[in-house]
């Protein structure tokens, strides 16, 4: 049997017209959306595929709408393929919906978890982030550490190359500067409502660890690697734990991508909506051929490879 690598995606990923095909022609999809819309008291199948736009941005209804999408394809997927998943990870918002793919969460307290996480990383709104290409993560951990006036760290380590920064206004801007003199090839300011992974996403942990507290966590039926350690999580409890500690720790990506491939899977399936972490696949190591199923046409072509 053909093992598989599972991939979520994080916020940024979230299109007008997202999973709207889906819920269209299935029934099972049409259902996880109406469900999704009552528990949240939201629109969401309708923000999802109608917009507008800036509304469906919000980090507190694309972290629930991201979430759904990536679910809807995890429920439609050939069970020989579910079956076969030996490993998973999710990009930040996306390790919530590994644990839910995992049966770690159940599908409405995974809702309510992300629709809260948004929520209170939406209020703290006083920083911004930026990639940095063309540096590799010392240089840009060095350059963060010469910003004498404000917060910036390293935040997200995508792929070789590919560095993204957080902290206040003054901090980013400073390390962007010290980015381009130490021979970056671009810094990219991202449009983005807080400085997510860094020390300014401290106030919303004790909100986050109350809601994470309220809800039961299972041991995930295949192993899940987390954002903030790298490594295998096995224990619903380490879950949980581990979950808080994102909040401001950085996306160890580059070293989470390394961990799966320990488990030796042939397949790589990013799951939902975009491309952008088989991209980050491809940059980390060209032996790795990842695809993208977001869509029935995925999906049809994963079901014709499965069952020919």
């Known amino acids: 049997m053909t093992q598989t690598a599972l991939l979520l995606p994080g916020q940024g990923s979230q299109h007008v ?20 819309d009552e528990v949240l008291g939201v629109p969401l199948r309708r923000l999802c595929r109608e917009g507008p736009a800036e509304e469906l941005t919000r980090t507190e209804n694309a972290q629930p709408a991201i979430l759904v999408h990536s679910y809807v394809v995890w429920r439609l997927l050939p069970e020989a393929v579910r079956g076969s998943v030996v490993v998973a990870a999710g990009h930040s918002l996306g390790e919530f919906t590994a644990y839910l793919c995992a049966g770690t969460l159940g599908f409405a307290d995974a809702l309510r978890l992300v629709r809260r996480r948004g929520e209170l990383m939406a209020k703290a709104r006083n920083g911004t982030m930026a990639a940095v290409l063309g540096l590799d993560e010392d240089e840009v951990r060095g350059v963060c550490g010469q910003v004498e006036k404000g917060v910036v760290v390293a935040a997200n380590f995508n792929a070789p190359g590919q560095v993204v920064i957080s902290g206040d206004e ?40 109350e809601a994470l507290r309220s809800v039961p966590f299972g041991n995930p039926v295949f192993p899940v690697v987390a954002n903030a350690s790298a490594g295998p999580v096995t224990d619903g409890e380490e879950a949980r734990r581990l979950l808080v500690e994102q909040l401001t720790s950085p996306v160890r990506w580059v070293e989470g991508i390394g961990a799966m491939r320990s488990y030796g899977p042939q397949r790589w399936l990013e799951i939902g909506p975009g491309s952008v972490l088989t991209g980050l696949l491809r940059r980390i190591d060209r032996s790795l051929e990842g695809s993208s199923i977001g869509d029935i046409e995925g999906i049809g072509v994963l079901q014709e490879e499965t069952y020919g």
Do not use: C, K, N, W
């Open 17 to 36: 017209g997202m999973g709207a095909d889906l819920a269209e022609t299935f029934a099972q999809a049409a259902e996880l959306y109406a469900e999704a």
């Open 170 to 209: 003054a901090g980013v801007a400073a390390a962007s500067a010290l980015a381009r003199e130490a021979g970056a090839r671009r810094v990219i300011p991202l449009e983005v409502s807080g400085a997510f992974h860094s020390p300014l996403m401290e106030v919303a942990r004790e909100g986050l660890e």
